[in-house]
Protein backbone atom coordinates (compact mmCIF):
# COMPACT_ATOMS: atom_id res chain seq x y z
CA UNK A 1 0.00 0.00 0.00
CA UNK A 2 1.72 3.40 -1.01
CA UNK A 3 1.85 5.76 1.77
CA UNK A 4 0.21 9.30 1.54
CA UNK A 5 3.46 10.99 1.95
CA UNK A 6 4.96 9.03 -1.14
CA UNK A 7 1.69 9.49 -3.01
CA UNK A 8 2.43 13.24 -2.80
CA UNK A 9 5.87 13.29 -3.83
CA UNK A 10 4.85 11.11 -6.91
CA UNK A 11 1.80 13.55 -7.85
CA UNK A 12 3.17 16.59 -7.39
CA UNK A 13 6.19 18.85 -8.32
CA UNK A 14 9.99 19.52 -6.60
CA UNK A 15 8.73 22.20 -4.52
CA UNK A 16 5.85 20.21 -2.78
CA UNK A 17 7.73 17.21 -2.76
CA UNK A 18 9.85 18.55 -0.78
CA UNK A 19 7.94 19.83 1.81
CA UNK A 20 6.18 16.31 1.61
CA UNK A 21 8.93 15.02 2.63
CA UNK A 22 9.77 17.81 5.29
CA UNK A 23 6.17 16.88 6.92
CA UNK A 24 6.80 13.08 6.98
CA UNK A 25 10.23 13.52 8.53
CA UNK A 26 8.13 16.21 10.91
CA UNK A 27 5.33 13.47 11.81
CA UNK A 28 8.24 10.64 12.28
CA UNK A 29 10.29 12.93 14.66
CA UNK A 30 6.96 13.54 16.26
CA UNK A 31 5.91 9.96 16.37
CA UNK A 32 9.80 8.77 17.59
CA UNK A 33 9.63 11.45 20.35
CA UNK A 34 6.19 10.31 21.74
CA UNK A 35 7.45 6.64 21.55
CA UNK A 36 10.90 7.32 23.36
CA UNK A 37 8.76 9.56 26.35
CA UNK A 38 6.93 6.38 26.91
CA UNK A 39 9.84 3.95 26.97
CA UNK A 40 11.33 6.74 29.34
CA UNK A 41 8.50 6.48 31.61
CA UNK A 42 8.01 2.97 31.61
CA UNK A 43 12.19 2.38 32.39
CA UNK A 44 11.41 4.39 35.55
CA UNK A 45 8.49 3.05 36.46
CA UNK A 46 10.43 -0.15 36.33
CA UNK A 47 13.75 1.82 38.62
CA UNK A 48 10.49 2.29 41.24
CA UNK A 49 9.21 -1.27 41.23
CA UNK A 50 12.74 -2.40 41.58
CA UNK A 51 12.59 -0.06 44.74
CA UNK A 52 9.88 -1.45 45.87
CA UNK A 53 10.87 -5.10 45.70
CA UNK A 54 14.00 -4.18 47.54
CA UNK A 55 12.53 -2.51 50.36
CA UNK A 56 9.39 -4.69 50.28
CA UNK A 57 11.25 -8.13 50.40
CA UNK A 58 13.21 -6.43 53.11
CA UNK A 59 10.64 -5.72 55.36
CA UNK A 60 8.49 -9.14 54.84
CA UNK A 61 11.30 -10.76 55.87
CA UNK A 62 11.90 -8.81 58.84
CA UNK A 63 7.79 -9.15 60.06
CA UNK A 64 8.70 -12.68 59.68
CA UNK A 65 11.86 -12.97 61.69
CA UNK A 66 10.04 -10.77 64.18
CA UNK A 67 6.79 -13.67 64.22
CA UNK A 68 9.39 -16.53 64.53
CA UNK A 69 10.95 -14.78 67.02
CA UNK A 70 7.58 -14.72 69.17
CA UNK A 71 7.17 -18.20 69.06
CA UNK A 72 4.91 -18.93 65.95
CA UNK A 73 6.25 -21.90 63.99
CA UNK A 74 8.53 -20.82 61.73
CA UNK A 75 7.54 -23.71 58.89
CA UNK A 76 4.57 -21.22 58.55
CA UNK A 77 5.89 -18.62 56.81
CA UNK A 78 8.80 -20.68 55.19
CA UNK A 79 6.79 -20.26 51.86
CA UNK A 80 6.69 -16.52 52.23
CA UNK A 81 10.26 -16.15 53.81
CA UNK A 82 11.29 -18.36 49.93
CA UNK A 83 9.31 -15.53 47.73
CA UNK A 84 10.80 -12.81 49.73
CA UNK A 85 14.25 -14.25 49.60
CA UNK A 86 14.49 -16.00 45.53
CA UNK A 87 12.21 -12.06 44.65
CA UNK A 88 15.33 -10.35 46.61
CA UNK A 89 17.89 -12.51 44.75
CA UNK A 90 16.87 -12.10 41.31
CA UNK A 91 14.24 -10.00 40.59
CA UNK A 92 15.78 -6.26 40.96
CA UNK A 93 18.50 -7.06 39.00
CA UNK A 94 15.80 -8.91 36.15
CA UNK A 95 13.47 -5.75 36.23
CA UNK A 96 16.51 -3.30 35.86
CA UNK A 97 17.72 -4.50 32.78
CA UNK A 98 14.08 -4.18 31.27
CA UNK A 99 14.60 -0.59 33.06
CA UNK A 100 17.81 0.00 30.93
CA UNK A 101 16.50 -1.08 27.80
CA UNK A 102 13.59 0.91 28.11
CA UNK A 103 15.49 4.20 29.34
CA UNK A 104 18.14 4.40 26.99
CA UNK A 105 16.85 4.11 23.83
CA UNK A 106 13.79 6.14 25.49
CA UNK A 107 15.66 9.00 26.03
CA UNK A 108 17.51 9.06 23.15
CA UNK A 109 14.18 8.80 21.11
CA UNK A 110 12.61 11.74 23.23
CA UNK A 111 15.86 14.27 22.77
CA UNK A 112 16.91 13.47 19.79
CA UNK A 113 17.42 11.01 17.16
CA UNK A 114 19.93 7.91 16.31
CA UNK A 115 20.98 6.66 12.72
CA UNK A 116 23.68 4.42 10.68
CA UNK A 117 26.77 6.10 10.42
CA UNK A 118 27.84 7.38 7.44
CA UNK A 119 31.13 8.51 8.01
CA UNK A 120 33.96 6.12 7.81
CA UNK A 121 36.75 7.04 10.61
CA UNK A 122 40.33 6.55 9.98
CA UNK A 123 42.61 3.94 11.78
CA UNK A 124 42.75 3.50 15.04
CA UNK A 125 38.80 4.40 15.00
CA UNK A 126 36.65 1.98 12.87
CA UNK A 127 33.61 3.11 11.33
CA UNK A 128 31.24 3.69 13.96
CA UNK A 129 27.84 1.88 13.27
CA UNK A 130 25.11 3.97 15.16
CA UNK A 131 25.65 7.61 15.55
CA UNK A 132 23.14 9.66 17.73
CA UNK A 133 22.48 13.25 18.41
CA UNK A 134 19.87 14.91 21.61
CA UNK A 135 19.58 17.69 23.54
CA UNK A 136 21.55 17.75 26.66
CA UNK A 137 19.96 17.41 29.63
CA UNK A 138 19.16 20.72 31.99
CA UNK A 139 21.81 21.00 34.93
CA UNK A 140 18.65 20.98 37.31
CA UNK A 141 17.37 17.95 35.73
CA UNK A 142 20.75 16.49 35.61
CA UNK A 143 21.72 17.47 39.57
CA UNK A 144 17.84 16.20 40.45
CA UNK A 145 18.11 12.98 39.12
CA UNK A 146 22.04 12.36 39.94
CA UNK A 147 20.71 13.81 43.79
CA UNK A 148 18.23 11.18 43.86
CA UNK A 149 20.11 8.27 42.70
CA UNK A 150 22.55 9.28 45.79
CA UNK A 151 19.37 8.99 48.08
CA UNK A 152 18.33 5.73 47.13
CA UNK A 153 22.03 4.27 47.18
CA UNK A 154 22.55 6.17 50.87
CA UNK A 155 19.38 4.42 51.58
CA UNK A 156 20.44 0.94 50.30
CA UNK A 157 24.08 0.87 51.72
CA UNK A 158 23.76 2.83 54.45
CA UNK A 159 21.10 1.55 56.40
CA UNK A 160 22.79 -1.82 56.56
CA UNK A 161 26.63 0.25 57.35
CA UNK A 162 24.94 1.98 59.99
CA UNK A 163 23.04 -1.54 61.59
CA UNK A 164 26.92 -3.10 61.52
CA UNK A 165 28.25 -0.53 63.83
CA UNK A 166 25.23 0.09 65.62
CA UNK A 167 23.95 -3.26 66.31
CA UNK A 168 20.30 -2.09 64.77
CA UNK A 169 17.74 -3.10 62.63
CA UNK A 170 18.53 -4.93 59.97
CA UNK A 171 21.28 -6.35 61.95
CA UNK A 172 18.54 -7.70 64.46
CA UNK A 173 17.17 -9.29 61.81
CA UNK A 174 18.19 -13.63 61.71
CA UNK A 175 20.90 -14.38 59.78
CA UNK A 176 18.27 -17.00 58.24
CA UNK A 177 16.06 -13.89 56.93
CA UNK A 178 19.21 -11.45 56.51
CA UNK A 179 19.17 -9.44 53.61
CA UNK A 180 21.52 -6.41 54.55
CA UNK A 181 23.73 -8.09 51.81
CA UNK A 182 21.59 -8.23 49.08
CA UNK A 183 20.92 -4.27 50.05
CA UNK A 184 24.63 -3.92 49.69
CA UNK A 185 25.01 -4.98 46.32
CA UNK A 186 21.97 -3.15 44.59
CA UNK A 187 23.39 -0.22 46.77
CA UNK A 188 26.58 -0.69 44.93
CA UNK A 189 25.06 -0.33 41.78
CA UNK A 190 22.99 2.47 42.68
CA UNK A 191 25.68 4.23 44.15
CA UNK A 192 28.20 3.44 40.56
CA UNK A 193 25.63 4.76 38.80
CA UNK A 194 25.14 8.08 40.81
CA UNK A 195 29.10 8.86 40.69
CA UNK A 196 28.93 8.36 36.81
CA UNK A 197 26.15 10.65 36.39
CA UNK A 198 27.84 13.09 38.81
CA UNK A 199 30.93 12.64 36.31
CA UNK A 200 28.77 13.00 33.34
CA UNK A 201 27.51 16.36 35.31
CA UNK A 202 31.39 17.72 36.01
CA UNK A 203 32.14 16.62 32.24
CA UNK A 204 29.58 19.04 30.55
CA UNK A 205 30.72 21.90 33.04
CA UNK A 206 34.41 21.04 32.02
CA UNK A 207 32.92 21.56 27.87
CA UNK A 208 30.98 24.48 28.77
CA UNK A 209 34.00 26.34 30.42
CA UNK A 210 35.83 25.59 27.54
CA UNK A 211 33.35 26.40 24.94
CA UNK A 212 33.29 29.92 26.72
CA UNK A 213 37.11 30.08 26.27
CA UNK A 214 37.60 28.80 22.31
CA UNK A 215 33.89 29.28 21.22
CA UNK A 216 33.27 27.69 18.06
CA UNK A 217 37.03 26.52 17.90
CA UNK A 218 36.50 23.43 20.54
CA UNK A 219 34.96 21.28 17.40
CA UNK A 220 38.58 21.37 16.30
CA UNK A 221 39.83 19.35 19.46
CA UNK A 222 42.58 19.99 21.65
CA UNK A 223 46.06 18.07 22.13
CA UNK A 224 45.89 14.32 21.97
CA UNK A 225 42.11 14.47 20.08
CA UNK A 226 42.56 11.28 18.64
CA UNK A 227 43.14 9.26 21.63
CA UNK A 228 40.28 11.60 24.14
CA UNK A 229 38.17 10.76 21.16
CA UNK A 230 38.20 7.36 21.36
CA UNK A 231 38.40 7.18 25.40
CA UNK A 232 35.59 9.03 25.89
CA UNK A 233 34.03 10.02 22.85
CA UNK A 234 33.70 6.11 21.48
CA UNK A 235 33.50 4.24 24.50
CA UNK A 236 32.82 6.69 27.11
CA UNK A 237 35.18 5.24 29.16
CA UNK A 238 35.10 8.27 32.15
CA UNK A 239 31.83 7.36 32.97
CA UNK A 240 32.56 3.88 33.02
CA UNK A 241 35.79 4.16 35.64
CA UNK A 242 33.60 6.59 37.47
CA UNK A 243 30.93 4.08 38.05
CA UNK A 244 32.91 1.11 38.57
CA UNK A 245 34.71 3.32 41.17
CA UNK A 246 31.45 3.87 42.82
CA UNK A 247 30.51 0.38 42.67
CA UNK A 248 33.23 -0.37 44.73
CA UNK A 249 33.20 2.46 47.33
CA UNK A 250 30.00 1.48 48.03
CA UNK A 251 30.75 -2.44 48.35
CA UNK A 252 34.10 -1.73 50.40
CA UNK A 253 32.31 -1.29 53.77
CA UNK A 254 30.28 -5.14 53.77
CA UNK A 255 34.46 -6.35 54.21
CA UNK A 256 34.01 -4.47 58.31
CA UNK A 257 30.38 -5.97 58.58
CA UNK A 258 31.75 -8.32 61.10
CA UNK A 259 34.45 -6.75 62.50
CA UNK A 260 32.71 -3.79 63.59
CA UNK A 261 29.55 -3.22 66.28
CA UNK A 262 28.79 -5.09 69.69
CA UNK A 263 29.99 -8.41 68.53
CA UNK A 264 33.68 -6.94 66.83
CA UNK A 265 36.81 -6.61 67.98
CA UNK A 266 39.91 -4.81 67.32
CA UNK A 267 42.23 -7.97 66.25
CA UNK A 268 39.01 -8.58 64.04
CA UNK A 269 39.46 -4.68 62.52
CA UNK A 270 42.66 -4.90 61.90
CA UNK A 271 42.72 -8.20 60.12
CA UNK A 272 39.90 -6.81 57.50
CA UNK A 273 40.62 -3.42 57.51
CA UNK A 274 43.80 -3.69 54.69
CA UNK A 275 41.26 -5.07 52.35
CA UNK A 276 38.43 -2.13 53.25
CA UNK A 277 41.57 -0.15 52.18
CA UNK A 278 42.61 -1.64 48.91
CA UNK A 279 39.13 -1.79 47.86
CA UNK A 280 38.30 2.06 48.58
CA UNK A 281 41.69 2.62 47.75
CA UNK A 282 40.55 1.30 44.22
CA UNK A 283 36.92 2.86 43.78
CA UNK A 284 38.45 6.36 44.68
CA UNK A 285 41.76 6.11 41.74
CA UNK A 286 39.16 4.83 39.19
CA UNK A 287 36.56 7.90 40.50
CA UNK A 288 39.41 9.91 40.27
CA UNK A 289 40.35 8.83 36.87
CA UNK A 290 37.07 8.91 35.39
CA UNK A 291 36.80 12.19 36.73
CA UNK A 292 39.88 13.59 35.05
CA UNK A 293 39.07 12.31 31.50
CA UNK A 294 35.58 13.54 31.61
CA UNK A 295 37.01 16.90 32.51
CA UNK A 296 39.22 16.23 28.70
CA UNK A 297 36.45 15.12 26.82
CA UNK A 298 36.18 18.97 25.15
CA UNK A 299 39.61 18.00 23.46
CA UNK A 300 37.94 15.04 21.58
CA UNK A 301 36.34 18.05 19.31
CA UNK A 302 33.01 16.69 19.94
CA UNK A 303 29.80 18.20 21.41
CA UNK A 304 28.15 17.51 24.20
CA UNK A 305 25.09 15.96 22.72
CA UNK A 306 26.12 13.19 20.83
CA UNK A 307 27.39 9.84 21.15
CA UNK A 308 28.40 6.75 18.39
CA UNK A 309 29.03 3.10 18.84
CA UNK A 310 31.92 0.87 17.72
CA UNK A 311 31.09 -1.41 14.70
Known amino acids: MTSPYRSQR ?6 EAEEALLARKSHVAAVNR ?16 CLAVLFGGGLVLTWVDQRVAAGVGRDRFDGLAGIAMGSLAALPAIILLFAMCCLIPGEQLRRGWMAPSSTLQKA ?12 VLGFGWHLLWSTIGLVVSALLSGIPVVSWFTGAWPETVSDDYGFSGLWMIYGSIALGITIASFASLIKKFGWLRQYRIRGEAISDGGPGKTFWRWVNYRWRFDLWLSGVGGVLLGFSPTVLSEAVGPYGSVDALSAELPD ?17 AALNFWRAGEPLGSAESAA
Not at 36 to 49: D, N
Not at 285 to 291: H, K, T
Open 10 to 15: MAAGPA
Open 34 to 49: RFGRGLSIAGVTLVAL
Open 124 to 135: PLSMASMVSEFR
Open 276 to 292: FIRLAGSGVLLVSLGIA
